[in-house]
């Protein structure tokens, strides 16, 4: 099902929710569901940008790079849920608290909060962002990525 307005003039896909199949979603019509107690959260560009980190290794390069302790999602974490945020539903920082309690990925990051993402994100300097940057190019690089035709 899609959800479609809008912006700035033209129309977009503002929210899309996977239902199932036709027969899935006949048998819903079919049968009330009245007495069920469930709920759905967004998930296709959560779990797109988790594969991403799998193959690329985006959290434990920055991890390496800034260094964690504690309990709290570290560096590398934050930046993934801010690019999923970014991908998925883009607001301001102080929105990522709210946006992730219907994302998928309140499921696997609990506890972020968006004062808890000024508070790592203060931490990056422009040398670690540099040192980020050559360290993502690299893997890129090492799993076949041509680089010689981007402008």
Same mark, same amino acid.
């Given at each position: 099902?899609? *959800?479609?307005?809008?912006? =700035?003039?033209?129309?977009?896909?503002?929210?899309?929710?996977? !239902?199932?199949? @036709?027969?899935?979603?006949?048998? #819903?019509?079919e049968h009330s569901l009245e007495k069920v107690d469930a709920y759905s959260l967004s998930?296709?560009?959560?779990?797109?940008?988790? *594969?991403?980190?799998?193959?690329?290794? +985006?959290?434990? %390069? +920055?991890?390496?790079? +800034?260094?964690?302790?504690?309990?709290?999602?570290?560096?590398?974490? &934050?930046?993934?849920?801010?690019? #999923?945020?970014?991908?998925?539903?883009?607001?301001?920082?102080?929105?990522?608290? =709210? *946006?992730? =309690?219907?994302? &998928? %990925?309140? %499921?696997?990051?609990?506890?972020? %909060?968006?004062?808890?993402? *000024?508070?790592? @994100?203060? =931490?990056?300097?422009?040398?670690?962002?540099?040192?980020?940057?050559?360290?993502?190019?690299?893997?890129? !690089?090492?799993?076949? &990525?041509?680089?010689?035709?981007?402008?």
């Amino acid at each position: 099902m899609r *959800w479609n307005g809008r912006v =700035r003039g033209k129309v977009r896909v503002l929210k899309e929710v996977y !239902i199932g199949d @036709m027969d899935r979603l006949a048998s #819903m019509i079919e049968h009330s569901l009245e007495k069920v107690d469930a709920y759905s959260l967004s998930y296709g560009i959560s779990l797109a940008v988790l *594969w991403a980190d799998k193959r690329l290794h +985006i959290s434990k %390069t +920055i991890d390496s790079v +800034i260094g964690h302790k504690g309990a709290n999602p570290s560096p590398g974490k &934050y930046a993934l849920i801010f690019i #999923m945020n970014r991908l998925s539903d883009p607001g301001s920082k102080s929105y990522i608290e =709210r *946006w992730i =309690r219907n994302d &998928y %990925t309140s %499921t696997i990051f609990p506890k972020p %909060t968006s004062q808890g993402f *000024w508070n790592v @994100m203060d =931490r990056f300097s422009d040398d670690d962002m540099e040192e980020i940057r050559r360290r993502l190019k690299d893997r890129l !690089i090492s799993l076949g &990525y041509d680089f010689s035709k981007i402008l």
